[in-house]
C-alpha cells in the first residue's frame, strides 16, 4: 500500500497529462485557423499570379514574354544558378534553408533565406521584402502554394518576367534589351550566363558599374551549368571566351531590386 507521501506526489500527474492535451489542443486549433486564414487570404491572388506579373511588368515598363520567347541557354543558367533542383522540389528547398540558417546563425544576422526559385517569386510578387522569419514562413507557405497550382515552366516563366535585372529592367525581355539590344529569344550562352549572375546583387553585379564582378559572376553561372549537366565543360569555356557584345552604357545607381534576390 501507498503511503500517504507517495499519494500526494503521484496525484497531481492525470491534472498535469489533461492540461498538456488541452495545450495540444489549443495549438492544433490556433495552426489549424491560422492555416485557414492564410489560404483564404492568399489563394485567390495565387490563382491570379500570372496576371499580377503581367500587371507589374507593364507597371515597370517592361515586357511579358512566353517561355518559348526566352532563350533555352537563359532558362538553364537560371536555374543553375538560382536553385538547381527547381524542377525536383514542391517549392522550398529544406537542404538550402538548413545552410542558410547556420550562416545565419554563425553571422549572428539574417545574412542567407536559401530561397528556390518559386519562394523568390512569392516574395517578388505578394509579399514585402522584410526580412522577418514572419515573412520567411509566409513565403515558404506561398511556394507550396504556387508549386501546387502551376506546371514548373510557369513558375519559371512568371519568376523571369518578374525578377529585377538592374539599370531599370524589370523581366528578362528588358534585361536583354538593356544590356545586349536584343531580344530574350536570341540571348548567347555567355550572356545568359552573365544575366544570371546578375540576379544574386542587381547593384553589385551590374555590368556596366563593374564589368569584372558581372563576369566573375559570368564565370560562376558557368561553372554550375557544367556541375548540373545543364553544358559541358567544353561549351562553358567556349562561352567564357565568346565576346559578350554588351552595348555601350553609363553607370548610374540601379533603382528598384535588392542587392540579394534570395534573401
Given at each position: 500500500?501507498l503511503?500517504e ?12 497529462r489533461?492540461?498538456?492535451l488541452w ?12 492555416g ?32 518559348e520567347r526566352?532563350?533555352p541557354e537563359?532558362?538553364a ?48 510578387t505578394l ?11 509566409k ?24 525578377v ?8 528578362v ?5 538593356t544590356?545586349?539590344?536584343k531580344p ?40 554550375q551549368?557544367?556541375e ?13 571566351n ?12 540601379s ?8 534573401a
Amino acid at each position: 500500500m501507498l503511503s500517504e507521501a507517495e499519494s500526494s506526489r503521484q496525484a497531481p500527474r492525470p491534472r498535469r497529462r489533461r492540461w498538456a492535451l488541452w495545450a495540444a489542443a489549443g495549438i492544433l486549433l490556433a495552426g489549424t485557423w491560422t492555416g485557414l486564414v492564410f489560404w483564404q487570404t492568399y489563394a485567390p491572388q495565387v490563382n491570379q499570379l500570372e496576371s499580377i506579373v503581367q500587371h507589374q511588368v507593364l507597371v515597370n515598363g517592361g515586357s511579358y514574354v512566353p517561355l518559348e520567347r526566352i532563350a533555352p541557354e537563359m532558362r538553364a543558367a537560371v536555374v543553375a544558378a538560382e536553385d538547381r533542383t527547381f524542377y525536383r522540389n514542391w517549392g522550398v528547398s529544406w537542404t538550402g534553408i538548413g545552410r542558410a540558417l547556420i550562416v545565419d546563425i554563425v553571422s549572428l544576422e539574417y545574412a542567407e533565406g536559401g530561397s528556390t526559385i518559386t519562394q523568390q517569386l512569392a516574395r517578388e510578387t505578394l509579399l514585402t521584402r522584410e526580412k522577418t522569419l514572419r515573412r520567411k514562413l509566409k513565403e515558404i507557405a506561398l511556394a507550396v502554394m504556387i508549386t501546387r497550382t502551376y506546371p514548373k515552366d510557369k513558375i519559371l516563366e512568371m519568376y523571369l518576367n518578374a525578377v529585377y535585372f538592374g539599370h531599370g529592367a524589370y523581366g528578362v525581355e528588358a534585361a536583354a534589351e538593356t544590356y545586349f539590344a536584343k531580344p530574350a529569344a536570341a540571348l548567347t550562352l555567355a550572356q545568359s550566363a552573365l544575366l544570371a549572375g546578375v540576379l544574386q546583387g542587381p547593384s553589385l553585379y551590374d555590368p556596366f558599374c563593374n564589368l569584372d564582378g558581372a563576369r566573375a559572376r559570368e564565370r560562376y553561372v558557368l561553372e554550375q551549368m557544367v556541375e548540373t549537366g545543364a553544358i559541358t565543360p567544353e561549351q562553358g569555356d567556349a562561352a567564357w571566351n565568346a565576346p559578350l557584345y554588351l552595348i555601350p552604357g553609363s553607370c548610374f545607381p540601379s533603382a528598384g531590386g535588392a542587392q540579394r534576390s534570395r534573401a
